[in-house]
């Protein structure tokens, strides 16, 4: 071979290695970004963030659920052959066209939009804008264009500027104005709880508007049980059962109570120093739950966005459905009856949450949050829920979403926060509104999503 040839080869050589290099670059960008990963990360980023401001579980649901939306929006955009846009199935959620111009990456897309609606809700707005640059410097590194990142980018805020517009209808802000909450005289009635001494949070919040129920009081339970202060009535009776478990735990049902405890308000005394203790809310534990479930099941990025969507859509409705009842019956917690009636020494192996009793919002918002993810992926459904670790506690392994929201719901019980039918009559109204949901909602062109035949 010729000297010119040898060269001429070698330089050919020389540009399939560089185009080589440069495919696996483009290779790299798009598989992390098509990973399910990146979305669930997201999540724990808008979870530290709410557990760094302490927001309650109401509100968190709300947190919780826009990102998500937008998040999932942009994976309709993905794939419209199979995914149906909430828009215009969600109540007020009007329709809009978005355009996918040449260079957008749609899981990049979904990232920003996520990021930028989430860091509109908080107060630590940092702890997530910093998040956002960080995945957009990474995803430059690993080889997108700038073409890319800025059509990617474009698309991302247009739509979080188009669901945090459909946000700020949902009477929110306006609700931080009503009439706080003032405690009643009546014996029956909630007052607040030690160590804190809380008024009743979120008075006000069957005032939101709600993702798909016609309205807070759709699915009002029976009435709590009538009050009774005497040994012989119902209401003594239901009380002493939470005395008496409460002084009988076994080691399991104290490790029940405190996986399950969710509870942002505790606060823990020393001396004469109070101080609050950093806890993830029951909204957060089960889109926790949801992120763990997209990997179990190995979900692509988009079917991760819809997990998560439809967990928080599920939960949300719960919370509305489930405080207007609270602020109905104002139900006196099981803490202050004992003490009073009872034993006045005695203390619930919990922290008593700073709302009303009646019904229980965990076993109501577990319920349909166990109810949406077993629409999506079925029953049984081993996983092993490891999102309280960050937060000091150990693991615990299900069979299937329902297992764990029956676990969750009579953690309550254990936990010295609830009577029995606060738990069973919050597991009946969370199922109604899991059932409403799925007849009113789909995310797929071919099936509801929400609820297995």
């Not at 577990?366 to 999506?376: E, K, V």
Request: hydrophobic share 40%.
């Amino acid at each position: 071979m010729g000297l010119g040839n040898m060269i001429r080869t070698l330089g050919w050589i020389l540009l399939l290695g560089t185009l080589i290099l440069g495919c696996g670059e483009k290779l790299d960008y798009i598989d992390y970004l098509e990973s399910n990963r990146r979305l669930i990360e997201a999540g724990g980023t808008l979870t530290d963030a709410m557990v760094h401001d302490i927001f309650s579980p109401p509100v968190a649901s709300r947190i919780y659920a826009y990102p998500s939306i937008a998040a999932y929006e942009i994976g309709v955009l993905a794939d419209p052959s199979t995914y149906r846009s909430l828009m215009g199935q969600l109540n007020d959620f009007e329709p809009k066209s978005f355009q996918v111009t040449e260079n957008v990456s749609l899981p990049l897309a979904a990232l920003i939009a996520y990021y930028d609606v989430a860091s509109r809700l908080v107060f630590s707005e940092h702890l997530i804008s910093s998040k956002k640059e960080q995945l957009l410097e990474k995803v430059k590194n690993l080889g997108a264009s700038q073409a890319i990142l800025q059509e990617s980018k474009t698309l991302g805020e247009s739509m979080a500027n188009h669901v945090l517009d459909y946000a700020s209808k949902d009477n929110y802000h306006q609700s931080r104005s009503f009439e706080k909450y003032t405690s009643r005289d009546e014996d029956y009635s909630w007052k607040p709880t030690p160590p804190a001494y809380i008024e009743g949070i979120e008075p006000n919040w069957n005032k939101i508007r709600p993702f798909v129920l016609d309205s807070a009081d759709q699915f009002i339970p029976r009435p709590a049980t009538e009050f009774g202060n005497v040994p012989d009535s119902q209401f003594y009776i239901e009380a002493k059962e939470v005395m008496d478990a409460g002084n009988s735990l076994t080691p399991e049902q104290r490790e029940i109570a405190y996986f399950w405890d969710c509870n942002p308000y505790k606060m823990n005394v020393k001396g004469h120093v109070m101080y609050a203790e950093k806890k993830i809310t029951p909204g957060g534990h089960w889109i926790g739950i949801a992120g763990i479930a997209s990997k179990n099941a190995e979900l692509g990025w988009i079917g991760t966005a819809e997990a998560l969507a439809v967990t928080a859509i599920y939960v949300f409705d719960g919370f509305i459905s489930c405080w207007d009842e609270k602020y109905r019956s104002v139900l006196i917690r099981p803490e202050t009856y004992i003490n009073r009636y009872m034993d006045e020494d005695w203390v619930p192996l919990l922290q008593t949450p700073p709302f009303p009793e009646y019904t229980s919002g965990h076993s109501v918002i577990s319920t349909a949050a166990s109810r949406a993810l077993t629409g999506l992926l079925g029953e049984p459904f081993r996983f092993v829920d490891t999102t309280e670790v960050n937060y000091g506690l150990g693991t615990r392994e299900f069979q299937s979403f329902n297992q764990a929201a029956e676990e969750a719901a009579i953690s309550r019980f254990y936990g010295g926060i609830h009577y029995i039918p606060a738990i069973e009559e919050g597991v009946k109204q969370g199922e109604m509104v899991a059932v409403y949901i799925a007849q009113k909602v789909s995310t797929r062109l071919t099936k509801n999503i929400g609820l297995t035949d």
